[in-house]
């Protein structure tokens, strides 16, 4: 299993892929301006490299397409064989605790949650289907709202899993997109404990 769970969330249908966002963004908007590597309400760090996946891309959205509201984002990558991207944004209005359980906290994982099913109706995804969850999960200390999905990657066929976490930390969204093919370098044991090195660098 991904993570361990804890108890069974029941919510009812993610964000799109990082390199995907990237990508509109650099065709549609002023150049990118990268994300800190600090972020700096929640002083998360991003290094180059976390264990063997790379900073890809970053991007601050408010000073690439004035919206603040949207926060930053950080792509990591390994071989083109699993990209994951952390999301870290406000609240529109108010403030949120740490944590899982706001009502905020679950409407950012409902409109993730719709998105990835919306990639999938415009052909990011074949064969999109729920493995785990949604439920709560642990991933380096935090508690998230998780949910993982299997599908087939359209253009090569390739079988890949898709998940989705969110949780509130020091009041901000802390929102993960992991989405990585099926080999075996990356069984579920190896993506876990990537999973887990992640969260565990990032809150040093």
Same mark, same amino acid.
């Given at each position: 299993m991904l993570v361990r769970k804890?108890?069974?969330?029941?919510?009812v249908?993610?964000?799109?892929?990082?390199?995907? *966002?990237?990508?509109?963004?650099?065709q549609n908007a002023p150049?990118?301006?990268?994300?800190p590597d600090r972020e700096p309400v929640t002083?998360? *760090?991003?290094?180059?490299e976390i264990t063997n996946a790379r900073l890809a891309t970053s991007v601050d959205y408010g000073k690439t397409m004035n919206r603040p509201d949207l926060g930053y984002a950080?792509?990591?990558?390994?071989?083109?064989?699993?990209? *994951?991207?952390?999301?870290?944004?406000?609240?529109?209005?108010?403030?949120?605790?740490?944590?899982?359980?706001?009502?905020?906290v679950l409407a950012q994982f409902q409109r993730a949650l719709a998105?990835?099913?919306?990639?999938?109706?415009?052909g990011r995804y074949d064969q999109l289907k729920p493995v785990d969850g949604p439920d709560k999960c642990t991933i380096?200390?935090?508690?998230?709202?998780?949910t993982t999905l299997s599908a087939i990657q359209?253009?090569?066929?390739?079988?890949?899993?898709?998940?989705?976490? *969110?949780t509130g930390y020091r009041d901000r969204f802390l929102k993960l997109r992991l989405d990585w093919i099926d080999t075996p370098a990356n069984s579920r044991t190896a993506v876990d404990g990537f999973m887990q090195t992640l969260i565990n660098t990032i809150r040093r």
């Open positions: 804890f108890c069974t969330f029941t919510a249908c993610c964000a799109l892929l990082a390199f995907t *966002v990237g990508s509109a963004i650099a150049p990118r301006i990268p994300a002083g998360l *760090v991003f290094p180059a950080w792509n990591y990558q390994t071989n083109q064989q699993l990209f *994951v991207t952390l999301y870290v944004y406000p609240p529109r209005t108010g403030s949120i605790p740490d944590g899982p359980m706001d009502d905020a998105d990835i099913y919306e990639g999938a109706k415009l380096g200390g935090l508690t998230f709202l998780c359209p253009t090569t066929k390739k079988p890949l899993h898709t998940a989705l976490m *969110v």
